[in-house]
C-alpha cells in the first residue's frame, strides 16, 4: 500500500515540476502565478490526453427541471408561435368585448386586459432573464475551454518547433563534423610526399578497379 502512494506522490512531484518546467518555458510565468485552467491543460499536454470535448453537453446535463423550464418557457416567448398566439388572443378579447357593448366583462378602456398583460410582464421577464444568464455562463464555459485547446494547441506547436531546431542543429553538428574530418584526410592526404608508399597503394588499388571494371 506505501509503495502505491510513494509512487503516485512521485507522479505528482515530477508532474509539477514538469508544469513549471513549461511555464517557464512556454508562457513567461512561475507555477504560483497559472490561472486555474492552465495547470490542467499542462498535465493534458504531459499525459498526451485530448482536452476538447462538447462543453454544451457537459453544461446542460447539470440544469436543473425549473432551469429547462425556464429556457423552454423563454424560447417559446421568443418565437413567432408566440407572437402569432398572442395576437389572436388580444385581438379576439378586444372584439369580443367591443360587440358585447353593454354585456362585456372587461369593456374599454380593458382594465381587465392590462392587469393581466402587467401580470404576464411581471412573471415572464425575470424567466427570460434568468435564461440570459444562464446562456451568458455558457459562453463563458465556450470561452473558457476554447482557451484550453487553443493555448494546449500554441503549445504544441512551440514544442514541436523546438524539436524540429534540435533535430536541424544536430544535423548541423554532424555535418560540421564530417566536413572537419575530411578535411582533416585531405590535408594529411596534400602532406605525403609523392613517392610514399600510400601513394603507391591508392594508385595500384585504382588500377586494379578499372581493370576489374
Not at 510565468?29 to 482536452?51: D, M, Q
Not at 415572464?124 to 464555459?141: E, F, T
Request: aromatic share 8%.
Amino acid at each position: 500500500m506505501s509503495t502505491g502512494n510513494d509512487t503516485e506522490l512521485a507522479g505528482a512531484e515530477i508532474g509539477a515540476a514538469a508544469i513549471e518546467s513549461d511555464a517557464n518555458k512556454y508562457l513567461g510565468k512561475a507555477f504560483e502565478l497559472l490561472t486555474e485552467r492552465e495547470p490542467g491543460v499542462f498535465l493534458r499536454l504531459i499525459s498526451r490526453h485530448a482536452i476538447a470535448h462538447d462543453s454544451n453537453q457537459s453544461f446542460d446535463a447539470k440544469l436543473t427541471p425549473p432551469q429547462r423550464l425556464a429556457d423552454k418557457v423563454a424560447e417559446f416567448g421568443g418565437s413567432w408561435t408566440f407572437i402569432i398566439l398572442f395576437g389572436i388572443v388580444l385581438a379576439g378579447w378586444v372584439a369580443g368585448n367591443l360587440l358585447a357593448a353593454a354585456g362585456a366583462f372587461d369593456p374599454y378602456p380593458f382594465i381587465f386586459l392590462n392587469l393581466i398583460l402587467s401580470m404576464l410582464a411581471a412573471v415572464q421577464a425575470p424567466v427570460i432573464m434568468m435564461s440570459q444568464n444562464r446562456h451568458a455562463a455558457k459562453d463563458r464555459v465556450d470561452a473558457a475551454h476554447d482557451y484550453e485547446v487553443n493555448l494546449k494547441a500554441e503549445i504544441e506547436i512551440m514544442a514541436l518547433h523546438d524539436k524540429l531546431d534540435e533535430l536541424r542543429n544536430t544535423d548541423l553538428k554532424s555535418l560540421v563534423a564530417q566536413q572537419q574530418e575530411t578535411f582533416a584526410l585531405l590535408t594529411k592526404f596534400d602532406a605525403w610526399p609523392a613517392g610514399s608508399a600510400a601513394i603507391e597503394h591508392l594508385k595500384h588499388r585504382r588500377l586494379a578497379c578499372n581493370c576489374g571494371r
